[in-house]
């Protein structure tokens, strides 16, 4: 009794219990009400499955939503690419090279070392730089004013990114006044007021365009080239114009002249000096004295140099 009403309790004769599938026939356990509680396994055909495994509506609306997600990446892509031509072309130039060299990289770990297809010509290790030519009102945009901007200079012409130098060329740095514009005569005369801050060397002794030209040239070792600014020394085209083949006459000259006392320096020596209270000046010759190493030395003779750029009246050199 107690028995079955516990069967009663767990489970409700004549309940369905448990349906497994077996090769498309259900098989479903009937407990048939009786004394003696008899089971039986009933054989029903299943019937297949209304639900198709993928409907078709589905996956094209998956399809959209898969190129409504790439059509907003591409619009983000152009956008952002959109606002850095227009607002930030140092940073496009930047990626633009830095592509450039990874291109070269890539292409140089593939070259086929041997083979039919091998070249004995080298892949280009370094990216050739982009030359732009500058207006001077987009250089002007680059005077270390606006923190953003990348700090542009020009030395005789050619435009130099001198944002590393921030600490002189930066709003408020000792050397400010040179950014953003080409100040190439400043760079000789060391006058650094506003009028005098200009690209006109006209006037200038070939020693002070020489001048110029060495910090040109520092500015090439230091910092990075970007092109040339159109004015004074190049056109549109980025052509040299008349003033620029000035500046270079001035520097064969003053070549010349270095060459010429470089010259003098080997025939006549510079002699030692020395100054004590009790003897006064001295001088005198050895077989290295003004730093030129020779098999001779020489005797100590006043001599003044009609070609140094800053002729000594009291002079000594060595000579034989
Ligand atoms: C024709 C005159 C001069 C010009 C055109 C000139 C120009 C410059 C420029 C462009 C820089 C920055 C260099 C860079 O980007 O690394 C610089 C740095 C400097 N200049 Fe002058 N300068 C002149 C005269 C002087 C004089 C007379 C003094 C000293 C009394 C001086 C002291 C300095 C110092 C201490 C630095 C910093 C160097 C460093 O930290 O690397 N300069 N100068």
């Given at each position: 009794?107690?028995?079955?009403k516990?069967?009663?309790?767990?489970?409700?004769?004549?309940?369905?219990?448990?349906?497994?599938?077996?090769?498309?026939?259900e098989?479903?356990?009937?407990?048939?009400k009786?004394?003696?509680n008899?089971?039986?396994?009933?054989?029903?055909?299943?019937?297949?499955?209304?639900?198709?495994?993928?409907?078709?509506?589905?996956?094209?609306?998956?399809?959209?939503e898969?190129?409504?997600?790439?059509?907003?990446?591409?619009a983000?892509?152009?956008?952002?690419?959109?606002?850095?031509?227009?607002?930030?072309?140092?940073?496009?130039?930047?990626?633009?090279?830095?592509?450039?060299?990874?291109?070269?990289?890539?292409?140089?770990?593939?070259?086929?070392?041997?083979?039919?297809?091998?070249?004995?010509?080298?892949?280009?290790?370094?990216?050739?730089?982009?030359?732009?030519?500058?207006?001077?009102?987009?250089?002007?945009?680059?005077?270390?004013?606006?923190?953003?901007?990348?700090?542009?200079?020009?030395?005789?012409?050619?435009?130099?990114?001198?944002?590393?130098?921030?600490?002189?060329?930066?709003?408020?740095?000792?050397?400010s006044?040179?950014?953003?514009?080409?100040?190439?005569?400043?760079?000789?005369?060391?006058?650094?007021?506003?009028?005098?801050?200009?690209?006109?060397?006209?006037?200038?002794?070939?020693?002070q365009?020489?001048?110029?030209?060495?910090?040109?040239?520092?500015?090439?070792?230091?910092?990075?080239?970007?092109?040339?600014?159109?004015?004074?020394?190049?056109?549109?085209?980025?052509?040299?114009?008349?003033?620029?083949?000035?500046?270079?006459?001035?520097?064969?000259?003053?070549?010349?002249?270095?060459?010429?006392?470089?010259?003098?320096?080997?025939?006549?020596?510079?002699?030692?000096?020395?100054?004590?209270?009790?003897?006064?000046?001295?001088?005198?010759?050895?077989?290295?004295?003004?730093?030129?190493?020779?098999?001779?030395?020489?005797?100590?003779?006043?001599?003044?140099?009609?070609?140094a750029?800053?002729?000594?009246?009291?002079?000594?050199?060595?000579?034989?």
């Amino acid at each position: 009794m107690s028995e079955a009403k516990g069967a009663s309790l767990r489970q409700r004769p004549g309940k369905k219990q448990k349906a497994k599938k077996d090769g498309g026939i259900e098989i479903t356990r009937v407990e048939k009400k009786g004394a003696e509680n008899k089971q039986e396994d009933i054989q029903r055909p299943v019937r297949p499955s209304k639900k198709p495994p993928s409907s078709s509506s589905s996956s094209t609306a998956r399809i959209y939503e898969t190129l409504a997600v790439v059509c907003l990446l591409l619009a983000l892509l152009v956008g952002v690419a959109v606002y850095l031509l227009h607002y930030e072309p140092q940073i496009v130039k930047q990626l633009d090279e830095g592509f450039v060299k990874a291109a070269a990289t890539i292409a140089q770990l593939f070259q086929p070392k041997n083979g039919p297809n091998a070249t004995s010509k080298p892949v280009a290790k370094k990216a050739k730089v982009v030359s732009k030519i500058f207006s001077a009102d987009e250089l002007r945009l680059h005077n270390g004013s606006d923190p953003a901007k990348p700090i542009l200079l020009s030395v005789l012409g050619k435009v130099f990114d001198v944002t590393d130098g921030k600490r002189f060329y930066a709003k408020g740095g000792s050397y400010s006044f040179f950014a953003g514009r080409d100040a190439s005569r400043s760079f000789a005369t060391g006058e650094f007021e506003e009028e005098n801050l200009t690209d006109d060397v006209t006037d200038l002794e070939p020693e002070q365009v020489a001048a110029i030209k060495e910090w040109q040239t520092q500015f090439e070792r230091q910092y990075k080239y970007l092109g040339k600014v159109v004015g004074r020394f190049y056109d549109a085209a980025g052509k040299a114009t008349p003033a620029l083949k000035k500046v270079k006459e001035k520097l064969q000259k003053a070549k010349i002249v270095v060459d010429q006392e470089l010259e003098e320096k080997q025939q006549f020596p510079e002699c030692n000096s020395r100054w004590t209270e009790k003897d006064g000046a001295t001088v005198w010759c050895t077989e290295s004295s003004g730093g030129i190493e020779r098999s001779w030395k020489g005797y100590p003779r006043q001599f003044k140099s009609a070609r140094a750029q800053n002729p000594s009246p009291d002079a000594f050199e060595c000579q034989r």
